[in-house]
């Protein structure tokens, strides 16, 4: 640089900190400081950097958190947030954290139930990756690269736009993000035919604690195999995610059937539970579970909504439920036609079809915002009716918001994966993928505990009909009661509690992998996998 560029370069960087912190001086000013000396386009990372003391942090946040619970005033929030537009500027700031003494926080899709991409007790900043959203689908190879930023929505809207025949079997809600939700496993309507999202990844783009800039060849399959499942954050940050796309028959056939106690729903899902894991993996039927006021009785009473997807016509989806379901009493008018599987999303929450590619594509969650807490299992036997009925007394017992299930049924292509494939374990002899919600509104603190208290009782209470030894989780649906890290040192043994429930026997080369190639545990997370 010449002397004059260089004075010429003092001024802006003058201009900048002076922009940055006209106020109080911030005590991560020295992280900020650092990240625009290092960079070699410091105008173009500031305007990436927000502070509690800039306009932009404040909106930044409101429309990452996912759960309310983490909107609190007491919740911990970031003393910076960075939302890169070029890959130099990660490596800068993975440098300048370590050098000051900020913990990394990566977020893309900010669904995480436990907020663990954007609050910690500890010093951190947020890698808000937002602009990482890019979808570049291949029709003839069969394959997209996916941004970490990109939400599910946008890949399925960008995929069936290429080919409405073409599809990649991700989660259902449309706003989650990549970089998250493969990273952790990521299941929906596709996953009996074609496994999970984490299954069907064909080469990732990362970076490294070192800095580096990794894709499959240069980061190993030992890396490769950890960021299908195992938790990105305790490995590297996700730039990116070469997929498989998978073929989807143009006929498409699907039914939703609502069942109350008074029309037989005890029986049905316990019939459910026999028939759903064994079907053809052209054929899911969900089940959500939750309590209503029946219009009939004035009453309270357990709801149970039946949804599916065929790959098929009406006629032969009715036989096959007069075959295996005859109790669920399908007829072919209760059927309908999609045009192509995505609309089935927008059918699984009860929209209109004709605004699924708005909802697909909108950055505005599809749900309401709610302050919730979740849980979730696996169920290895069907659970007998005495024990169903245990779970309706209980969930008769609690105030609305009802506490609300999903059970998906596993089996066909979910049982064929082997256990060791990827992180993933809950593989054959797993039936049933159950996912437990409690919500409630309102900031008041105690109505936060009682009701964080009721869903911890029924999860006891779901604990008597699955193994328990260890009992399993899925890593996706993070749940910070089953064990968190140390702020200081966390040895292997205390993170396997919480580790082997979602890991099983992958924990071990999960560690390993760790120890290999982050030892000094840059990526740390409140349960993030700690090195040797
Ligand atoms: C309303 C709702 C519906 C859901 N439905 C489903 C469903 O149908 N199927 C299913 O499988 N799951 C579902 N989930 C769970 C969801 O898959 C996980 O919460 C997932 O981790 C969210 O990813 P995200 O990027 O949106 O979240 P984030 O909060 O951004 O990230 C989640 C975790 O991944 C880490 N991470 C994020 N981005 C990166 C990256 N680029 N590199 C490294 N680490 C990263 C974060 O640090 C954090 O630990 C649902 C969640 C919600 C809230
Ligand atoms: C976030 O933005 C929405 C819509 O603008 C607003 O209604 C809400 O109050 C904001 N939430 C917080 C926590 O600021
Ligand atoms: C769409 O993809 C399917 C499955 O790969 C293929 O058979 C079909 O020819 C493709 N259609 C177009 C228009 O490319
Ligand atoms: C409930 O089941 C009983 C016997 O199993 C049957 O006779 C009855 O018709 C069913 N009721 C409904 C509403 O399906
Ligand atoms: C599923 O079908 C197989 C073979 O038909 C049978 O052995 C098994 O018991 C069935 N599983 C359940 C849960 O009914
Ligand atoms: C009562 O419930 C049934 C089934 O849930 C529904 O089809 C019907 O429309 C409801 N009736 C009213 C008046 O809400």
Same mark, same amino acid.
Request: net charge neutral; charged share 20%.
């Given at each position: 640089?010449?002397?004059?560029?260089?004075?010429?370069?003092?001024?802006?960087?003058?201009?900048?900190?002076?922009?940055?912190?006209?106020?109080?001086?911030?005590?991560?000013?020295?992280?900020?400081?650092?990240?625009?000396?290092?960079?070699?386009?410091?105008?173009?990372?500031?305007?990436?950097?927000?502070?509690?003391?800039?306009?932009?942090?404040?909106?930044?946040?409101?429309?990452?958190?996912?759960?309310?619970?983490?909107?609190?005033?007491?919740?911990?929030?970031?003393?910076?947030?960075?939302?890169?537009?070029?890959?130099?500027?990660?490596? /800068?700031?993975?440098?300048?954290?370590?050098?000051? +003494?900020?913990?990394?926080? #990566?977020?893309? !899709? $900010? &669904?995480?139930?436990? @907020?663990?991409?954007?609050?910690?007790?500890?010093?951190?900043?947020?890698?808000?990756?937002?602009?990482?959203?890019?979808?570049?689908?291949?029709?003839?190879?069969?394959?997209?690269?996916?941004?970490?930023?990109?939400?599910?929505?946008?890949?399925?809207?960008?995929?069936?736009? /290429?080919?409405?025949?073409?599809?990649?079997?991700? +989660?259902?809600?449309?706003? #989650?993000?990549? !970089? $998250? &939700?493969?990273?952790? @496993?990521?299941?929906?309507?596709?996953?009996?035919?074609?496994?999970?999202?984490?299954?069907?990844?064909?080469?990732?783009?990362?970076?490294?604690?070192?800095?580096?800039?990794?894709?499959?060849?240069?980061?190993?399959?030992?890396?490769?195999?950890?960021?299908?499942?195992?938790?990105?954050?305790?490995?590297?940050?996700?730039?990116?995610?070469?997929?498989?796309?998978?073929?989807?028959?143009?006929?498409?056939?699907?039914?939703?059937?609502?069942?109350?106690?008074?029309?037989?729903?005890?029986?049905?899902?316990?019939?459910?539970?026999?028939?759903?894991?064994?079907?053809?993996?052209?054929?899911?039927?969900?089940?959500?579970?939750?309590?209503?006021?029946?219009?009939?009785?004035?009453?309270?009473?357990?709801?149970?909504?039946?949804?599916?997807?065929?790959?098929?016509?009406?006629?032969?989806?009715?036989?096959?439920?007069?075959?295996?379901?005859?109790?669920?009493?399908?007829?072919?008018?209760?059927?309908?036609?999609?045009?192509?599987?995505?609309?089935?999303?927008?059918?699984?929450?009860?929209?209109?079809?004709?605004?699924?590619?708005?909802?697909?594509?909108?950055?505005?969650?599809?749900?309401?915002?709610?302050?919730?807490?979740?849980?979730?299992?696996?169920?290895?036997?069907?659970?007998?009716?005495?024990?169903?009925?245990?779970?309706?007394?209980?969930?008769?017992?609690?105030?609305?918001?009802?506490?609300?299930?999903?059970?998906?049924?596993?089996?066909?292509?979910?049982?064929?994966?082997?256990?060791?494939?990827?992180?993933?374990?809950?593989?054959?002899?797993?039936?049933?993928?159950?996912?437990?919600?409690?919500?409630?509104?309102?900031?008041?603190?105690?109505?936060?505990?009682?009701?964080?208290?009721?869903?911890?009782?029924?999860?006891?209470?779901?604990?008597?009909?699955?193994?328990?030894?260890?009992?399993?989780?899925?890593?996706?649906?993070?749940?910070?009661?089953?064990?968190?890290?140390?702020?200081?040192?966390?040895?292997?043994?205390?993170?396997?509690?919480?580790?082997?429930?979602?890991?099983?026997?992958?924990?071990?080369?999960?560690?390993?992998?760790?120890?290999?190639?982050?030892?000094?545990?840059?990526?740390?997370?409140?349960?993030?996998?700690?090195?040797?």
């Amino acid at each position: 640089m010449t002397k004059s560029n260089n004075l010429a370069f003092q001024f802006i960087l003058f201009l900048l900190y002076s922009f940055l912190w006209a106020a109080s001086a911030d005590p991560h000013q020295d992280f900020i400081t650092c990240c625009l000396q290092k960079s070699s386009d410091p105008v173009a990372f500031s305007r990436v950097i927000s502070t509690p003391q800039t306009s932009s942090y404040s909106s930044i946040l409101n429309v990452t958190v996912q759960n309310l619970r983490f909107t609190l005033p007491n919740t911990p929030k970031p003393r910076v947030i960075i939302t890169p537009d070029r890959d130099s500027q990660i490596q /800068t700031a993975i440098r300048c954290s370590k050098k000051h +003494g900020l913990q990394i926080r #990566i977020l893309s !899709g $900010g &669904h995480d139930f436990e @907020g663990s991409s954007y609050v910690s007790d500890v010093p951190f900043f947020v890698l808000n990756m937002f602009n990482y959203r890019s979808v570049s689908v291949d029709a003839k190879s069969r394959t997209a690269w996916v941004g970490a930023g990109a939400t599910l929505g946008e890949t399925y809207y960008n995929i069936v736009k /290429t080919n409405r025949s073409l599809a990649f079997p991700g +989660g259902y809600y449309p706003q #989650i993000g990549i !970089g $998250g &939700h493969v990273s952790g @496993g990521g299941y929906g309507c596709l996953l009996r035919k074609f496994g999970l999202a984490a299954d069907n990844v064909l080469d990732a783009r990362v970076i490294d604690a070192n800095g580096r800039i990794l894709n499959r060849k240069s980061m190993g399959e030992d890396l490769f195999w950890a960021i299908r499942g195992g938790m990105g954050a305790s490995f590297a940050v996700i730039l990116e995610y070469r997929v498989r796309l998978v073929e989807i028959s143009k006929e498409l056939t699907a039914f939703r059937l609502l069942k109350t106690l008074e029309t037989n729903a005890t029986d049905l899902v316990h019939k459910w539970q026999y028939v759903a894991p064994n079907l053809s993996e052209n054929l899911l039927l969900e089940l959500s579970l939750t309590v209503i006021q029946s219009n009939q009785t004035g009453k309270r009473t357990v709801q149970a909504t039946f949804v599916t997807l065929f790959e098929g016509g009406a006629d032969e989806l009715v036989s096959i439920m007069d075959e295996q379901f005859p109790e669920l009493g399908l007829v072919k008018k209760d059927c309908i036609q999609l045009s192509s599987w995505v609309e089935f999303i927008i059918y699984f929450y009860g929209r209109p079809l004709e605004l699924t590619d708005s909802l697909l594509t909108s950055r505005v969650s599809l749900n309401p915002k709610s302050y919730f807490k979740s849980k979730s299992d696996f169920i290895q036997k069907p659970i007998p009716k005495q024990g169903i009925q245990k779970l309706w007394d209980m969930m008769l017992k609690i105030d609305f918001p009802a506490l609300l299930m999903n059970w998906t049924p596993l089996g066909a292509k979910m049982a064929e994966i082997p256990e060791s494939e990827i992180p993933f374990p809950h593989r054959a002899g797993n039936i049933i993928l159950v996912y437990e919600k409690i919500q409630w509104m309102g900031t008041d603190p105690k109505l936060m505990q009682q009701r964080i208290a009721l869903i911890r009782e029924f999860h006891s209470l779901m604990g008597e009909f699955v193994d328990n030894d260890p009992r399993a989780a899925y890593a996706d649906y993070r749940d910070l009661d089953l064990g968190v890290n140390n702020v200081g040192k966390t040895s292997v043994e205390q993170a396997r509690i919480w580790g082997a429930q979602y890991f099983k026997n992958n924990f071990d080369r999960l560690v390993k992998v760790k120890t290999m190639v982050d030892p000094h545990d840059y990526f740390k997370n409140e349960q993030s996998i700690p090195p040797l």
